[in-house]
Structure formats: structure tokens, C-alpha cells
């Protein structure tokens, strides 16, 4: 009965390292798959990441562009200001001639034909 009782208990134990062995081929297995899985979904994700900062890239030039233009646009709305009032204050004083007068001397260059 020992015999049969030591028996058995081999019989246990290399039932469980084979089990062991299978099972630490499947984790391997897993492991890789999931290794590759991951290392595609990793390359995905770095390819969308520098999408994205070429975006964000992009757009940040855009906006500096954008304000350069506005920043030069103030600039010229501002001498174009300053022109409107020396214009004003010189026709208030006499200095530009009104429209009317304008009129008057290309009817008399007609005239003069």
C-alpha cells in the first residue's frame, strides 16, 4: 500500500509540473501576443501623437500670423486715422478745396474747348 500510496503521489506531481509547464507555455504565449498588441497599439499612438502636435503646430503658426496681420492692420487703421484728421483739420481751415470747387474748374476747362 505504500507502494501504491507513493505511486500515486508521483503520478500527482508530475500531473502537476506538466500542468505547470502548459500552463507557463500559454502565459508565454499571451505574453507575446499581448506584447505585439501592445507595441501596435504603442506605434498607432505615437503616430496620432505627432499628428496631433503637427496640428497643434500649425495652428499655433496660424495664430501668429493671424495677430501679425491684425497687429498691422491696427497699425494702418491708426495712421489712416491720423490722416483722416490732418485732412479735416486742413479742410476746416481752408487748405484741401471742397468738391463743389472741383466741379466748378473742370467746367471751365470744358468751357475752354
Do not use: H, P, W
Not at 3 to 21: D, P, Y
Not at 38 to 49: A, E, H, K, Q, V
Amino acid at each position: 500500500m505504500v507502494i501504491i500510496g507513493l505511486t500515486g503521489c508521483t503520478n500527482e506531481i508530475a500531473q502537476k509540473n506538466t500542468v505547470e509547464k502548459v500552463v507557463m507555455q500559454k502565459e508565454a504565449k499571451l505574453s507575446s501576443k499581448y506584447i505585439k498588441q501592445i507595441s501596435i497599439i504603442s506605434g498607432r499612438l505615437d503616430g496620432m501623437n505627432q499628428a496631433i502636435i503637427q496640428g497643434l503646430s500649425e495652428t499655433l503658426d496660424t495664430a501668429r500670423l493671424a495677430r501679425e496681420m491684425a497687429e498691422n492692420a491696427i497699425a494702418l487703421a491708426e495712421k489712416i486715422q491720423i490722416l483722416l484728421e490732418e485732412l479735416r483739420s486742413k479742410g476746416s481751415t481752408g487748405g484741401v478745396a471742397n468738391e463743389d470747387d472741383g466741379g466748378d474748374e473742370e467746367e471751365a476747362q470744358e468751357d475752354d474747348f
